[in-house]
Structure formats: C-alpha cells, structure tokens
C-alpha cells in the first residue's frame, strides 16, 4: 500500500537550473497538494488540483508550475531555480473535500 | 483571514505531563480544524480532528478543545510519552470553498523528556 510517493528524495540544484518533483498517488485521489515547508513557517501551499486538467495556484505559486494529466500524478515544476526555493517539498492527496488528506514523505530541495 | 496562529513555537515537557499547543483562526467559513504530527524526516499524518459543532473530542491521549465563539482551539496530549516527541502542526479548511486546502499554522516543536 504505497499511498503518496514522492521522488526524488534529496536534490542539489545549482541556480538557473530546472527540475521536476514527482509525486503518484495509488488511492484513486481526485485532489491533490503540493506545499513547501520551512523552519518555524509551517507548510505553505504552492499548488492543489481537484481533478484530472484542472489547476489552481495555492499561497506561493510564485516560480513554479504543475500539470495534472492523470488522477494519479502531479508534478511539480521549477523553472530557474533560486535560493529561496531551497524548502522541503510534499506531495499530498485527499478523496475529497474535508477528507483525511495523506502526505508524502517529502522531497528536500538545496539549490547553491 | 487565511491564518491560523499556532503557540509556543517549542516546548519541552517531562514524561507524564500534560502539553498544551494553542491556535486561533479569524476565518468563520473556517469548518474543519485536524491536528498532523510530523516526525523528523517524515511528511505529516493525521493525529486528530475536529469539526466546530463539536467543543471537545478525545482520541486515546490526544484531546482537542473548540471553543468557537472565541476561534480558538487547543491540543492536549495526556501522559506524554518520549515518543511523543515530534512536531505539531493545527490546521483549518473552509469546507464551502471544495478545494479540501489546508491552512497549516506555524508547528510546534515538542521534546518529552524521559
């Protein structure tokens, strides 16, 4: 029973520099979450999905970019990456609205 | 408001007390309020919850107090334990708005000493 799985675990990225957090959830979601965390800041949400080709920008959404093509995955996407994207990522889902959401294990972001 | 205040930032307890974690919401649209406890390396999983017709709820050790006229609401942990030690984040959804986003306060910190 994998649940939210998220990859990759650890990642250095040099500033300018793109990439891709994954994240595939197996319980047959239809939302689903991506939130940062920094110390003492609590999570903030970047980007949630209610569905399959639906979208929308969460607190931060500044910098970065997601897709939701499938109800199973939901990546996300940072362009140029900068200093201040340097955070620990989760990936989260939920059957509905007010349900019990489930988290990743969280993915940890350096960008030097 | 989109917020939720969330207090002390730490805290540090001897085994057997009983801590107590704060928030408070200015939000009225504000209907379910769940509790996540995350432990080093690991994302948050859901410890308690509570919806605001409802002033308490217990689950095993974990207790939540609503009190709605003031927004506020608290976390008690009974007889803690050392592996109680983790970090505490409330959090609140505005259920009219069918997104299921979590509004997380700021976490905190518990060491239960031995």
């Known amino acids: 029973n994998a649940g939210v799985t998220q990859t990759p675990k650890f990642r250095i990225l040099k500033i300018g520099q793109s990439m891709t957090l994954q994240c595939t959830q197996d319980?047959?979601?239809?939302?689903m979450y991506w939130y940062r965390q920094d110390p003492g800041m609590g999570l903030k949400l970047i980007y949630y999905?209610?569905?399959?080709?639906?979208?929308d920008k969460g607190e931060v959404p500044n910098g970065y970019n997601v897709s939701r093509s499938t109800t199973e995955d939901f990546p996300l996407r940072l362009e140029l990456a900068a200093p201040s994207q340097t955070s620990v990522y989760f990936c989260?889902?939920?059957?509905?609205?007010?349900?019990?959401?489930?988290f990743g294990e969280g993915s940890w972001l350096t960008v030097v | 408001q989109q917020q939720v205040k969330q207090s002390p930032q730490s805290l540090i307890v001897q085994k057997g007390g009983i801590p107590i974690i704060n928030c408070a919401y200015e939000?009225?649209?504000?209907?379910?309020f769940p509790w996540y406890q995350q432990f080093p390396g690991k994302g948050p999983a859901l410890l308690i919850a509570?919806?605001?017709?409802?002033s308490e709820k217990k689950e095993g050790r974990f207790t939540i107090s609503f009190n709605k006229s003031a927004k506020q609401f608290s976390l008690h942990i009974m007889d803690s334990q050392p592996g109680d030690s983790a970090t505490y984040f409330c959090?609140?959804?505005?259920?009219?708005?069918?997104?299921?986003?979590?509004?997380f306060g700021q976490g905190t910190t518990l060491q239960v000493k031995p």
């Open positions: 989260a889902s939920s059957s509905s609205n007010g349900n019990t959401i489930y």
């Open positions: 319980m047959n979601h239809n939302y």
């Open positions: 999905s209610v569905g399959a080709g639906i979208t």
């Open positions: 939000n009225t649209a504000f209907d379910y």
């Open positions: 509570i919806r605001p017709d409802v």
């Open positions: 959090a609140a959804i505005d259920g009219s708005s069918n997104t299921g986003k979590l509004i």
